[in-house]
C-alpha cells in the first residue's frame, strides 16, 4: 500500500539556519503531496501542496518540490525562526481513495535562538 | 470564528466506559474525518464521510461508532475503553474527498485518557 518515510527527529538548529526535512513516498497511483505542521498543543494546520510532479509548494518561506524521478518532497527553508519550532508531518492523498491522509512519522524541529 | 471544533478537549476515564467526542466544522465542507494520533505523535486515518455516507473504515475496533447526523457533524462513539485507546484524536474536513487534492482542516484535538 501507500506509504510516507520521513527522516527522523528531532532536529536542532540555531536560528537563521538552513533546514532540510527528507520525505519520500511510496505510491502506485498519482497522488498529491502535502507538509502540514503541528504547533505545540495544537491540531494540525496546511503548511504546503503540490498536486503533480514537478510542482513547487510554497509557504511562510518554506517550499518542497514534487520529484516524481525519486519519489521525494523534502521540505526547505532559508533561514529558520525560534517560532518555526514545531512537528512537521509529510503527508500523501490519492485519488479515488476517500481522500485519506497517509502520513509520516514526523519530524520534531527546534529552533534555538 | 473556529472552523473545526471538538469537544471535549480533554477525557479522562476508567477503562471499560463508554464516552463519546463531537466536531463540528463551519466551513461548509462535504467531507469530514476521525485521525488518531498516538504516543509517538504518528497519526493514521480512522474513518472518512463524505455527506453524511461512510466512505473510509480504516479496520478500527467495531467498539468505535461514528455517526454523522448532518454533513456538519461527525461524532466518535468509543464503548468499552481499553488502556490502548489513550490517544489524541482529531477531526478533519475538506471541500470533498474524491481527487485527494484537497486542503484538509484540522480540529484542535481530543486527548483521551484512559486509566
Known amino acids: 500500500g501507500d506509504s510516507v518515510t520521513q527522516m527522523e527527529g528531532p532536529v536542532t538548529l540555531s536560528e537563521e539556519a538552513f533546514l532540510t526535512i527528507n520525505c519520500t513516498y511510496t505510491?502506485?497511483?498519482?497522488?498529491?503531496l502535502f507538509w502540514y505542521v503541528q504547533y505545540p498543543g495544537e491540531g494540525l494546520q496546511l503548511l504546503l501542496k503540490?498536486?503533480?510532479?514537478?510542482d513547487k509548494g510554497s509557504n511562510k518561506g518554506f517550499e518542497a518540490t514534487y520529484r516524481k524521478e525519486t519519489t521525494s518532497f523534502h521540505l526547505e527553508k532559508g533561514s529558520v525562526q525560534v517560532s518555526d519550532s514545531a512537528v512537521y508531518f509529510c503527508?500523501?492523498?490519492?485519488?479515488?481513495?476517500?481522500?485519506?491522509?497517509?502520513f509520516g512519522q514526523g519530524t520534531e524541529l527546534s529552533v534555538k535562538p | 470564528d473556529t472552523a473545526v471544533s471538538q469537544t471535549p478537549k480533554y477525557l479522562v476515564t476508567q477503562m471499560g466506559n463508554d464516552k463519546s467526542i463531537k466536531c463540528e466544522q463551519n466551513?461548509?465542507?462535504?467531507?469530514m474525518y476521525w485521525y488518531k494520533q498516538d504516543s509517538k505523535k504518528f497519526l493514521k486515518i480512522m474513518f472518512s464521510?463524505?455527506?453524511?455516507?461512510?466512505?473510509i473504515n480504516e479496520t478500527v475496533p467495531n467498539r468505535f461508532s461514528p455517526k454523522s447526523p448532518d454533513k456538519a457533524h461527525l461524532n466518535l462513539h468509543i464503548n468499552s475503553l481499553e488502556l490502548g485507546d489513550s490517544a489524541v484524536y482529531f477531526c478533519?474536513?475538506?471541500?470533498?474527498?474524491?481527487?485527494?487534492?484537497?486542503?484538509?482542516?484540522f480540529g484542535p484535538g481530543t486527548r483521551l485518557t484512559v486509566l
Open positions: 505510491a502506485t497511483g498519482y497522488p498529491s
Open positions: 478533519a474536513s475538506s471541500l470533498s474527498s474524491g481527487s485527494g487534492r484537497d486542503e484538509q482542516f
Open positions: 464521510y463524505n455527506n453524511k455516507e461512510l466512505i
Open positions: 503540490a498536486t503533480k510532479a514537478d
Open positions: 503527508a500523501l492523498s490519492d485519488y479515488n481513495q476517500g481522500g485519506k491522509l497517509i
Open positions: 466551513l461548509g465542507h462535504d467531507t
